[in-house]
């Protein structure tokens, strides 16, 4: 019985924190997947490094939503929190801010 409660109790724990990890957006894996191929932190690849882009969140937003020349828009690819996720994460990448 007291095994089976212990057993009980592992199971619960590793539900619960799996489920936190789902709702965590994990920014560097949608980068990876999404932007990568494009963006590099630190050199010019396709588009622009991350250090070099823009540091207003406004317009980093814009520009991932609707896109820009051969920069594909994001609006129907991400949720909004992903997008948000990945202004903070550039501007963290950004060295002046
Ligand atoms: C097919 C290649 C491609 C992909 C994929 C791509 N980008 Fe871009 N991106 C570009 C190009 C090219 C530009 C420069 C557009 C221009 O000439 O104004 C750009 C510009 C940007 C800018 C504007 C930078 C500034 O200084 O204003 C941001 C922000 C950006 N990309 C973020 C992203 C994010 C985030 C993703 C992934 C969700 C992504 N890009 C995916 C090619 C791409």
Do not use: W
Not at 5 to 12: D, E, F, P, Q, Y
Not at 28 to 50: I, N, R, S, Y
């Amino acid at each position: 019985m007291k095994k089976t409660m212990l057993l009980l109790t592992a199971v619960m724990i590793g539900l619960s924190s799996q489920a936190a990890l789902a709702s965590d957006i994990d920014v560097e894996k949608v980068f990876k997947k999404k932007c990568a191929m494009c963006h590099k932190a630190d050199a010019k690849k396709v588009g622009p490094a991350l250090k070099d882009m823009n540091v207003d969140a406004e317009v980093l937003k814009l520009t991932i939503t609707e896109g820009r020349k051969m920069m594909p828009a994001f609006a129907k690819k991400l949720s909004g929190e992903e997008i948000e996720a990945l202004v903070a994460y550039i501007q963290s990448n950004q060295p002046l801010h």
